[in-house]
């Protein structure tokens, strides 16, 4: 059977009260548009189209060509909106998918158990439901006598004895998508709000008496649709949950999954453990047996085993095994830090490659530098690497000790073995094993207080 899909990402999202699109908040670091066709696309299905509206050029930018696209210029309704899908799938013979893209937490297990239980069942439609002690805002299930779906009630439609109905509509569905489009043009909007309610679909195919089927899910948590803040912050920490959940079967210790922030992408190995007030984001990939955090942010890195990182930032770099950073380092993107390197309390990294063995343990800005092997970068060593132009590079060979509070104007290249002297600014290169001493000589005025005072 071929299978289709539809997702829902016009409206407006009124209840954000956000100049942004409503699809394109982000849960876990993701718009949750993003997660919907990741979780669509996990499916086995012939073609994707999101329906888009207002900023669709934004959210078309995001999700690129993972999709097609149909647009509704105005946002007349949920059915109105899967009518725009008429001309790319109209004419297919199939199963179609429709799931909104406010719905982040519906999982591909819950989507694909949907899938099969209609096809199953050879129902024209079915529908996702859940139950919930409050289902204000939802549209209710209504059933008949035998248990059935007879039609589904939007909240504001309601009488005050469907209001009290605890199955809701998920928004999720499955159709024949012949019967859909069938049944799409004899829908009205003589209702509370006016629109083209796609839930309708549901009561008119059941009136020509074919048979509509409804599959509910036991977790009504992963229904969630996103319509306020409240309901986004409420979004995330259960999708927080569920990716440090993963982890911590996989053998990470979390010592408090409500503080730690862990994006869906992020891979950490057995016996790495994470304080609190870590975020790890982006495609990070994290080896086994680490100590991360507390306070610290990872994003787009690489590290390997027994690393320890922290009170720290890092972007985009890449960190060996039995690595010491922090507390309160600042790793900027395209570092390479190998093993047992060592960068202490208030070091900034930038675009730059440390060699094995290495330390910078306190006070120091490394920028567009290469650091060789077993190099000691004294306490406030500094890589002057712009003229206000231009960014030069600093090159340190293996085995060189560079004094405190030394200045390397780049660009410049310090030889292997060789020793600067504290306090020194250096502005040419220095040869192999030799000792450069760049600072104005000590005098010493004897007796000059005495002298001062008559
Ligand atoms: C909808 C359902 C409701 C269900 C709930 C589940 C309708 C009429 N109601 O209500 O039964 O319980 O979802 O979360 O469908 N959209 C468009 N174009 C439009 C209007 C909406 O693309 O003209 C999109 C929105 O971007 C959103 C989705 O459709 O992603 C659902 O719309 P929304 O306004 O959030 O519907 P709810 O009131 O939540
Ligand atoms: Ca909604």
Known sequence: MNRFAIILAAGQGTRMKSKLYKVL?????KPMIEHV??????????????????????VQEFLGDRTEYAHQE???GTAHAVVQAEGIIGNEQGTTLVVCGDTPLITPETMKALLENHEKTNAKASI????????????????????????????????????????????????????LFMALKEVGNDNAQGE???????????????????YQTEDFEETLGVNDR??????????????????????????????????KEAVIGADTVIYPGTMIKGKTII????????????????????????????????????????????????SVIHDEVKIGNFVEVKKSIFGTGSKASHLSYIGDAEVGKDVNLGCGSITVNYDGKNKYLTKIEDGVFVGCNSNLIAPVTIGKNSYIA?????????????????????????????????
């Not at 908040?25 to 670091?29: D, I």
């Not at 083209?196 to 409804?214: H, N």
């Not at 309901?231 to 503080?259: C, F, Y």
């Open 74 to 76: 105005e946002q007349l």
């Open 287 to 334: 080896g086994s047996d680490c100590v991360i955090g507390p306070n610290t942010e990872i994003e787009n890195c690489k590290i390997g085993d027994f690393t320890e990182v922290r009170h720290s930032t890092m972007f985009s770099s890449e960190i060996g095994s039995h690595v010491k950073i922090g507390p309160f380092a600042h790793i900027r993107p395209q």
């Open 196 to 214: 083209f309610y796609l839930p309708d679909v549901i009561g008119i195919l059941k009136q020509k008496g074919e048979k509509v089927s409804a």
């Open 230 to 263: 409240i309901a986004l912050s409420q979004a995330e920490s259960i999708m927080k949950a569920r990716i440090n959940r993963l982890h911590m079967k996989n053998g990470v210790t979390i010592i408090d999954p409500a503080n730690t922030y862990i994006s």
């Open 128 to 179: 996702l439901t859940a139950f919930t002690d409050d289902p204000t805002g939802y549209g209710r299930i209504i059933r008949n006598n035998e248990g059935s779906v007879e039609k589904i009630v939007e909240h504001k439609d309601a009488s005050p004895e469907e209001l009290k109905v605890q199955e809701i509509n998920t928004g999720t569905y499955c159709f024949d998508n012949q019967a």
């Open 37 to 58: 066709v990741e979780h669509v696309s996990a499916l086995d299905i012939k073609k994707i189209v999101t329906i888009v509206g207002h900023g669709a050029e934004k």
């Open 422 to 454: 504290a306090g020194s600014t250096i502005t040419d290169d220095v040869p192999e094993s030799s000792l450069s001493i760049a600072r104005a000589r000590q005098t010493n005025k004897l007796g000059y207080i005495e002298k001062k005072k008559k």
């Open 25 to 29: 908040h982000q849960v876990c670091g």
